[in-house]
């Protein structure tokens, strides 16, 4: 799967080999994690993503409604279930605070899916769980987990990303809307991919819903394909440009 793709329910839970019911899944790829963000109308949980650093802040969650707990809202979000064993919450808060202090040598890596609307979903990518607290938000204590995108490569290894290259949420809300859930060359509604239309390596924006649109597997191949086309013809450009300055 490639980051910004868009999926069914049906294909993310096929994906992972699970059904995630919960928003926060500790270690449910075996060496990762996943976690579902919502930042729809009404979504259950202030998910954003920090300006100044450029992290993604993801909210902890709440304890299960039940007649003990009728408004979960209301109460702390928990550490600990009743019967003393760690809620995700406590899971992902010890690997945070693990790795801040030197325990675990590497952080947690947490693959991020966002919802686009029901039953769709948008795969953002990998991030690394770099930090954790504990806040209130004016009537309870919340927790909120620091998330540094990053992209896999072979070998399990992670490099850092550039935060530049990340389509904020709202902005895949927005394109979602316009491009009406479709490709927006053929009207296809399956294998669909947000698309910079200007590539971001080529300067293209990601924050803004401009350069930003829906497009089917077929025509992003194509897309590419058009590309590695240009490709010779820059690296020619480049190479006769070297050769000028040489001779200046
Ligand atoms: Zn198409």
Redesign the pocket.
């Known amino acids: 799967m490639e980051v910004d793709d868009i999926i069914s329910y049906a294909h993310l839970v096929h994906a992972e080999g699970a059904t995630l019911q919960k928003g926060m899944n500790f270690e449910v790829g075996g060496s990762y994690s996943v976690f579902l963000m919502s930042l729809r109308k009404g979504a259950p949980y202030a998910d954003a993503v920090d300006a100044a650093t450029g992290t993604l802040i993801y909210e902890g969650h709440d304890q299960p409604r039940s007649p003990a707990c009728p408004d979960p809202k209301t109460v702390d979000q928990p550490l600990l279930t009743p019967n003393g064993s760690w809620t995700e919450n406590g899971k992902f808060f010890r690997a945070a605070i693990d790795y801040k202090s030197g325990l675990r040598r590497d952080p947690e890596h947490v693959k991020v899916y966002e919802k686009l609307a029901r039953g769709i979903w948008s795969y953002k990518g990998f991030f690394e769980l770099v930090g954790a607290t504990i806040v209130s938000d004016g009537t309870r204590d919340v927790f909120k987990f620091s998330l540094k995108p990053v992209e896999k490569k072979p070998l399990r290894r992670f490099k850092e990303l550039p935060t530049t290259r990340l389509i904020p949420t709202t902005v895949k809300l927005e394109v979602w809307q316009r491009d009406q859930g479709k490709?927006v060359?053929?009207g296809?509604t399956d294998n669909l991919h947000f698309d910079h239309d200007i590539p971001h390596s080529k300067g293209g924006s990601s924050l803004t819903s401009e350069n930003v649109r829906i497009?089917?597997l077929?025509?992003n191949l194509h897309k590419s394909d058009k590309i590695m086309v240009l490709m010779p013809w820059v690296g020619l450009a480049t190479t006769s440009a070297l050769h000028i300055t040489k001779r200046l």
Do not use: T
Request: with cysteine.
């Open positions: 490709c060359l053929c296809a497009l089917c077929r025509h």
